[in-house]
Structure formats: structure tokens, C-alpha cells
């Protein structure tokens, strides 16, 4: 199979962790008898180097000629910078924003993963990470209160905020189906996070929610207010699978599931549409306090490139492949700077991206 990735490497770190989740890709390319078929494209800080803006029409037209785009991270230093003296149209995170709504990225994946390795980490008790945790939050990226129609206004000599909550039933029908279809990849249960104790929009979200979990009698569905998910969370991460939710809620919670996971290096991320196309990237940023140090931890680029393989390729066991040389490089005792304790052997990053390769095939 012939893979068309679009790769921004970006800015910071972005190109030392990319180079190494494109060296694991040309692993699994190679056991496998794949193609990956790369476009460099520039986004943020390199592009305005180069253009003069963080996000060129011809750089959004060849995105939407790959399958995906696999992107480090963008961005400088807001204080050092000189990205940071443009107006905020032209800085480098204006770009991120284009090119998410330029390919209609609904779905934000983020996967909260407790590795048994890394459980020194997490700040929870023993007893409620023995065994690690494997969670996926699920949440709509393009409405709900942050798109919704906002204004503020002096009435009778009060100031008076306003910020509307707004779904319409597609909006909610299109990022279910997404959920349901993510959650038959995994262990088949969606706990769909809502107020519908208090929302109409939440009430509506449910009732179309169930609606769609008729189309996948596989698949387990539960319905949870939003506050008693924050505490189970942290009270029992383990019983979660897909967690379904809407833009502010899963906002918050997506937080909170990665930090109980420890570190941020080890977080992937993926953006979707309604095709298979997606955007992959790690959850931190470009980190310019290490960048060009070669100690960044390349394994949240790495677990996105195996988001890629599984939701925009089908590619399911070469994205275990990826995802188990990981958990062993882990198990093996090698770390990079941000996840290493005492007694393992820290890694560079270029080391931690050779020894993931060499874990496949
Ligand atoms: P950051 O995530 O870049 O860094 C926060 C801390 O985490 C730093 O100490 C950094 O060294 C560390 N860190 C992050 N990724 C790491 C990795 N892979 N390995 C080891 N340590 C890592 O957040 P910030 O400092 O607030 O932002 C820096 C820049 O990144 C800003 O310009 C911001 O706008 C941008 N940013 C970009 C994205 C994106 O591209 N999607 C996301 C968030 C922030």
C-alpha cells in the first residue's frame, strides 16, 4: 500500500520528533511491504521564516492531496521570539487553526494510556493503577460553547455576559458514528459524557448518541454526567474505553486524563474528519526550552504516526506494531530525560526512535 503523509515538521522539537516517528514509519513500511510517500509541508514559525505566513494556500492544497498529515508541533518562545512581533493573524498558532478548519477536523482523539512502566508518574494511589489504563477521550472540536454566539452588554448599569451552547443533531450524529467506529477498533464501549440532567443540548446529544449506538449492537454504551466523570477519572480510570463527549466538557477532561498519565511526551493525538483523513500530532508543544538539545521524547510523535496507521489507513497491526515495540522499549528500561527514574538507562532522542524501529518486524 502506497501511504501519501503530508509531514509538517514544525518548529522546536518538532523536527528532531518527527524525524524519529518518520524512521519507525519506514520500519513498519518495510516489514510490512508499504510505501510511505512523504510531502514535506511547512506550517508556523518555518513557514513564516519562509513565506512570511504561518500557512500558505499551496501548503492547505497539498495537505488535502495526502491521506494524512503527521505534524510535530509549532511555535516559539511567545517572549524571545520574533514570530511573536506579528499581528496574532500572522503568528505561528494562526496557522494550526487554518489548516484545522481548512480540512473540517471535527473529532479530536486523545488517548490516555497508563503504561505499567511508567505508573511512578501518575499522581493516583497504587491500588487504582495497578495494571495500567487505556482510555480514549472522544471529543467534538468544531462547536458547542466555544463557536457559539457570544456577546457582552450593560443592562441597567450591569455588565452582562453572554455564551450560547448550540448542537444540531448532524453535528452530534457525525462525531458519535466517529466514536462508535473508534470504539469497535478497541474494547466496544462508549460512555457517552454529557449534562442532561441540566443542558438541553446535552439532552439532545443522548438521544441522538442512542440513536446511533442502534447501528453498532456490538458496542456497550453508558450515558455520564460530566462531573461524575471528572471524579471517576480519578477514582477509577480502568472502566473507561472511548469516552464520548462534546467540545468544553472534553476539553477539560481530555486535561485531566493525560495528567494522570504522567508525562506529556508521551501523549499522541489525532484530528479527524468526516473521511479518513486525519492530522496526528503529539499533545505537547514545540518545547523551545529543549529544542536542538536531542533529549526530547519522540514516543507521543511516534504513538500518534500508529494512530495514523490505524484510523486513516486501516493498518491495525502495523499500529500494534508500533504500539508493542513501544511498551517494550518501556519494559526494557530505557527512557528519555522527562520519563527517567532511577535505575533506567536515559536515551536520547534519536536512540529512543532506533530502538522502537528495532523493536519491529
Ligand atoms: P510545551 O508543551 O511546548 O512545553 C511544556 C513543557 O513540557 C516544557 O518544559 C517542555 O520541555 C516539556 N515537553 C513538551 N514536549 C516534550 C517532549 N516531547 N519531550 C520532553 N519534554 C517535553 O508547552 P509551552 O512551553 O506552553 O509552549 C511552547 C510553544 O509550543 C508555544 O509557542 C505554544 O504556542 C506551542 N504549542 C504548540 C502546540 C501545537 O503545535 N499543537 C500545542 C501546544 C503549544
Known sequence: MVLRIGVIKGDGIGPEIVTEAMKVLDQVAKVYGHTCDYTQLLMGGASIDVHGVP?????????????AVLMGSIGGDAKTSPWYQLEPSKRPEAGLLRIRKE?????????????????????????????????????????GLYFGERKTVEENGVMTAYDSLTYNEHEIRRIAKRGFDIAMKR???????????????????RKVVEEVALEYPEVTLEHMLVDNCAMQLVKDPKQFDVILTENMFGDILSDEASMVTGSIGMLASASLNETKFGLYEPSGGSAPDIAGKGIANPIATILSAAMMLRFSFDLDQEADAIEDAVAKVLEEGYRTIDIMSEGKQQVRTDKMGDLIAGNIG
Open 55 to 67: 500557512l500558505t494556500d499551496e501548503t492547505v492544497a497539498e495537505a488535502k492531496k495526502c491521506d
Open 103 to 143: 480540512l473540517n477536523l471535527f473529532a479530536n482523539l486523545r488517548p490516555a494510556v497508563l503504561y505499567d512502566e511508567l505508573k511512578g508518574a501518575c499522581p493516583l494511589k497504587e491500588e487504582i493503577t495497578e495494571g495500567g489504563f487505556d482510555m480514549m477521550i472522544m471529543r467534538e472540536l468544531t462547536g
Open 187 to 205: 474494547r466496544k464501549k462508549v460512555t457517552s459524557v454529557d449534562k442532561a440532567n441540566v443542558l438541553d443540548s446535552s439532552r439532545l446529544w
